[in-house]
Each structure stands twice: as C-alpha cells, then as structure tokens.
T-cell receptor, first 116, second 114 residues
Framework: GAVVSQHPSWVICKSGTSVKIECRSL??????MFWYRQFPKQSLMLMAT?????????EQGVEKDKFLINHASLTLSTLTVTSAHPEDSSFYIC????????????FGSGTRLTVV | GNSVTQMEGPVTLSEEAFLTINCTYT??????LFWYVQYPGEGLQLLLK?????DKGSNKGFEATYRKETTSFHLEKGSVQVSDSAVYFC?????????????FGKGTTLSVSS
C-alpha cells in the first residue's frame, strides 16, 4: 500500500533556530500534501495544503512566513519551522492524498518537535 | 461549515468488554466518513471508512455504519483487547470539494486493562 515516510520522528532544537521536516511518498506520486499540527490530547489542526509545483494554501491564523512549505516534487514535501520558539513545540503530521476518487489519505508517522 | 463531534474520553474498559465511541457530523450533502487510530507517539492509521449512507465499514473487529438520518458514524467493537488502547479519531471528507483535507473530531482515548 501507499507509504509516506516522515523524518525526523523527533527533534529538539534551540529557540531561534530553524527545523525542517520531510515527508516522502515512497511508492506513489503525491500531488497534494496536507500538514497538520497536533497539540497534546487534542485533535489535528490543518495548517496548510500544498500542491506540487505551486504555493501552499495556509489556513487562517497560520503564519506562512514562519511555517514554510515546499512541495517541489511529486514525492517530497517539506515543512520548515523558522525561528522556532517554545510555543511551536508540537506534533506535526503530514498526509498525502493518494487517490481522489477513492479517497485515499495516507499519513506520515509524525514529528515531535521540542523547542528549548 | 463541516464539523465532527466525538464523545469525550477517556474511555476505560476491561478486556473483552463491548466498545462504542459515538461520532456525529455536520455537513452538506453526503460526505465520506472515516475512523482513524493513533497509537502513542505514532501517526494516524486508517481503521475503516464508509462513502455513502447505510454503508458499513469494518476492520480488525471494529465496525461503523454510516447513518444519514442521524448523521452518525459510531464505532463499535464487540470484544476489546489491551492492544486496542489508543486514540480514535472520527473524520469526514467534503463531498463537494474532492481532494480537500479531512476534518477531524477531537479524538477519544481508549484504555483497555487486562
């Protein structure tokens, strides 16, 4: 089946530094990738939708200059948290849309970001 | 707008007990409905889905029936195991905007003890 590989699975960084999270579709082409953020014991909040070769669409309240999303190829999408602060600490999950007609959504395993 | 409401957790059960996790939705038209499971420290795994009214999704002993009349998609399992302990999310996909992101409920934590 479709697999999305997300790396790193966890990362600790200092305040003010940037962190890049990668999601790769291993055996299919992901034209659309969704990025979610999950706070402890809460649901997934959609941050942005990215389509290959075009700019990402951000949800209201999400700072596009802080959360940079790049989807330059059909198998790779990245989320870069720039100038990270402790309040950015969270669990980030990507999801690729595999088949629109059959509603195939495949999720990465998530990245636990801790900013100290 | 579209939304999903799940019962508040945590749900604590003994092994072999019957499980029900309620999920209701608000949406225009006929959305597709999903249940996802998240084990500690991991991403989400699709548990089951249903794409039209009266469809029943099933997997690993879990079942859910798409009820249009009550706008519900309750998750059930006849006999839970300790390994079922996880967080369960109900979600929907907008019928009129194919290919858009799933909308999730807040999740329900299930804890099963032996």
């Amino acid at each position: 089946g479709a697999v999305v590989s997300q790396h790193p699975s966890w990362v600790i960084c200092k305040s003010g530094t940037s962190v890049k999270i990668e999601c790769r579709s291993l055996d299919f082409q992901a034209t659309t990738m969704f990025w979610y953020r999950q706070f402890p014991k809460q649901s997934l909040m959609l941050m942005a939708t990215s389509n290959e070769g075009s700019k990402a669409t951000y949800e209201q309240g999400v700072e596009k200059d802080k959360f940079l999303i790049n989807h330059a190829s059909l198998t790779l999408s990245t989320l870069t948290v720039t100038s990270a602060h402790p309040e950015d600490s969270s669990f980030y999950i990507c999801s690729a849309l595999t088949e629109v007609t059959l509603l195939g959504y495949t999720f990465g395993s998530g990245t636990r970001l801790t900013v100290v | 707008g579209n939304s999903v409401t799940q019962m508040e957790g945590p749900v604590t059960l003994s092994e072999e007990a019957f499980l029900t996790i309620n999920c209701t939705y608000t949406a225009t038209g006929y959305p597709s409905l999903f249940w996802y499971v998240q084990y500690p420290g991991e991403g989400l795994q699709l548990l089951l889905k249903a794409t039209k009214a009266d469809d029943k999704g099933s997997n690993k002993g879990f079942e859910a029936t798409y009820r249009k009349e009550t706008t519900s998609f309750h998750l059930e399992k006849g006999s839970v195991q300790v390994s079922d302990s996880a967080v369960y999310f109900c979600a929907l996909s907008d019928q009129y905007q194919a290919g858009t992101a799933l909308i999730f409920g807040k999740g329900t934590t299930l804890s099963v003890s032996s």
